[in-house]
Nanobody, 115 residues
C-alpha cells in the first residue's frame, strides 16, 4: 500500500496550490480519504476528508471556503485545491486512507506560504 503526495512548494500569501495524492496497492475506491497537515511544534490537524464515492466532504474550520478536496477513483488520485493561502497554512500536508482498522499514510509534501 502506498500513498505519494505531490504539488507542495513555496507560494505567496493569497496564492493557490493544488496538492495531489497518488494511491496504489489497495482498493482505493473503498477508502475514505483524508488530508491532514502538521506544522512545526503543532499537533496534526485535519484539513479535509472525502468519502469513498466522493459524495460527502468535510473541512476543518479554518479551511472552509478556501480549500476543496476531490478524488478521481478512475485514476486512484485525490486532490486538494488550496486558494487564498495564508502564512498560517504553512505545514507538511499528508494524505491518509482509512477503511475500518486499515489506515495508510503518505510521507507528506511541504507547503510554505511566505512573502
Amino acid at each position: 500500500e502506498q500513498l505519494v503526495e505531490s504539488g507542495g512548494g513555496l507560494v505567496h500569501p493569497g496564492g493557490s496550490l493544488r496538492l495531489s495524492c497518488a494511491a496504489s496497492g489497495f482498493t482505493f475506491n473503498t477508502y475514505t480519504m483524508y488530508w491532514y497537515r502538521q506544522a512545526p511544534g503543532k499537533e496534526r490537524e485535519l484539513v479535509a476528508r472525502i468519502t469513498s464515492t466522493g459524495g460527502l466532504t468535510e473541512y476543518g474550520d479554518s479551511m472552509k471556503g478556501r480549500f476543496t478536496i476531490s478524488r478521481d477513483n478512475t485514476k486512484n488520485m485525490m486532490y486538494l485545491q488550496m486558494n487564498s493561502l495564508k502564512p498560517e497554512d504553512t505545514a507538511v500536508y499528508l494524505c491518509s486512507a482509512e477503511r475500518g482498522p486499515f489506515v495508510f499514510w503518505g510521507q507528506g509534501t511541504q507547503v510554505t506560504v511566505s512573502s
